[in-house]
């Protein structure tokens, strides 16, 4: 089944709920304060796009099944645009793919995924927006899934986004990757499983800096990365769990060889054989950089570097803090 619909029109709202195989659905809306809600119930290879090129526009798609796309475009230079897609239900479907491309500023956009094998990607190009996603739940019984990944960019300031891998449970593998470009944002994210990797980057080397991050891997194996530009930035990372890695580095800027200033790293590991390295204007010079790391377990390894001045540092290693 085949469906295109054009409507250049300023307020539209569409509807469907098909329940068959190998659907297809392409849907275009022109103007503003137009909405689409759709639903697939079928077992694989369903598709969906929707491109709504106005402002204060709505998305709200669910798909049910295995190997189904989504991909929803917003505002050529609109605003206020909202996306909702949800895919998979609870009984370990997998291999799904969202993408969610918005242009302009306090845009909302947020993916839900059940399952294993899925993709979810949003692009959001400018200030003030939000995205949040979410992977992993299967069979209903608090298992977790595996080899899920979240690609985020977010290219303007005052961005924030909240990501979730197996929240509460336990998976495998899974990734997550977020570029944020400029100052001012924040991403808060949670790993739960063993080989998990997360790479994290906000700000860019000619910014002001000012951004935020709280991250969280538990169980083992996981590696985690965050790259922060510039100055005022804010890093609060765990692992818990055993053979982790921990890398967070602050400060570059203008890519003349001058660091950061302000900025705040605190790493904490529990568990055994773990490592962590934090660099703070790393061959460059900046000031008023602190550093915490706590490291509960055995085994453990840490480096610090710290250039400039005024700098502080607090290192605890021991035995793990009662619970």
């Given at each position: 089944?085949?469906?295109?619909?054009?409507?250049?029109?300023?307020?539209?709202?569409?509807?469907?709920?098909?329940a068959a195989n190998?659907?297809?659905?392409?849907?275009?809306?022109?103007?503003?304060?137009?909405?689409v809600q759709i639903?697939?119930?079928?077992?694989?290879?369903?598709?969906?796009?929707?491109?709504?090129?106005?402002?204060?526009?709505?998305?709200?798609?669910?798909?049910?099944?295995?190997?189904?796309?989504?991909?929803?475009?917003?505002?050529?230079?609109?605003?206020?645009?909202?996306?909702?897609?949800?895919?998979?239900?609870?009984?370990?479907?997998?291999?799904?793919?969202?993408?969610?491309?918005?242009?302009?500023?306090?845009?909302?956009?947020?993916?839900?995924?059940?399952?294993?094998?899925?993709?979810?990607?949003?692009?959001?190009?400018?200030?003030?927006?939000?995205?949040?996603?979410?992977?992993?739940?299967?069979?209903?019984?608090?298992?977790?899934?595996?080899?899920?990944?979240?690609?985020?960019?977010?290219?303007?300031?005052?961005?924030?986004?909240?990501?979730?891998?197996?929240?509460?449970?336990?998976?495998?593998?899974?990734?997550?990757?977020?570029?944020?470009?400029?100052?001012?944002?924040?991403?808060?994210?949670?790993?739960?499983?063993?080989?998990?990797?997360?790479?994290?980057?906000?700000?860019?080397?000619?910014?002001?800096?000012?951004?935020?991050?709280?991250?969280?891997?538990?169980?083992?194996?996981?590696?985690?990365?965050?790259?922060?530009?510039?100055?005022?930035?804010?890093?609060?990372?765990?692992?818990?769990?055993?053979?982790?890695?921990?890398?967070?580095?602050?400060?570059?800027?203008?890519g003349v060889g001058?660091?950061?200033?302000?900025?705040?790293?605190?790493?904490?590991?529990?568990?055994?054989?773990?490592?962590?390295?934090?660099?703070?204007?790393?061959?460059?010079?900046?000031?008023?950089?602190?550093?915490?790391?706590?490291?509960?377990?055995?085994?453990?390894?840490?480096?610090?570097?710290?250039?400039?001045?005024?700098?502080?540092?607090?290192?605890?290693?021991?035995?793990?803090?009662?619970?």
């Amino acid at each position: 089944m085949n469906i295109k619909i054009s409507m250049p029109v300023s307020v539209a709202a569409l509807a469907f709920s098909l329940a068959a195989n190998a659907q297809t659905i392409d849907i275009v809306q022109e103007g503003s304060t137009n909405d689409v809600q759709i639903t697939q119930i079928g077992t694989d290879a369903n598709s969906i796009e929707v491109d709504q090129l106005g402002t204060n526009s709505g998305a709200d798609i669910f798909q049910a099944g295995s190997s189904q796309t989504i991909a929803v475009v917003q505002g050529e230079t609109g605003d206020l645009n909202t996306a909702f897609v949800a895919q998979g239900d609870i009984v370990a479907d997998t291999g799904n793919t969202a993408n969610v491309t918005q242009t302009g500023s306090s845009n909302l956009g947020a993916i839900g995924q059940n399952g294993s094998d899925n993709s979810a990607t949003i692009v959001q190009s400018s200030d003030g927006n939000l995205a949040f996603l979410d992977q992993g739940f299967v069979n209903g019984d608090g298992a977790g899934a595996d080899s899920n990944t979240i690609a985020l960019t977010q290219g303007g300031s005052g961005n924030s986004a909240d990501l979730s891998q197996n929240f509460a449970t336990i998976g495998g593998a899974n990734l997550i990757s977020v570029d944020q470009i400029s100052d001012d944002n924040a991403v808060s994210f949670d790993q739960e499983g063993t080989l998990q990797n997360a790479f994290v980057v906000q700000g860019d080397i000619g910014g002001d800096g000012g951004n935020s991050l709280v991250g969280s891997q538990s169980n083992d194996s996981n590696l985690l990365a965050v790259g922060q530009n510039s100055s005022g930035n804010s890093a609060t990372t765990q692992q818990d769990g055993s053979g982790n890695q921990m890398f967070i580095d602050q400060g570059f800027v203008d890519g003349v060889g001058v660091g950061g200033n302000g900025n705040s790293a605190t790493g904490t590991q529990i568990g055994n054989f773990n490592s962590m390295t934090i660099n703070q204007n790393l061959l460059t010079e900046g000031g008023s950089n602190s550093a915490t790391v706590n490291q509960f377990g055995d085994g453990y390894d840490i480096t610090v570097d710290q250039e400039g001045s005024g700098h502080s540092m607090t290192i605890t290693q021991g035995t793990p803090p009662a619970s």
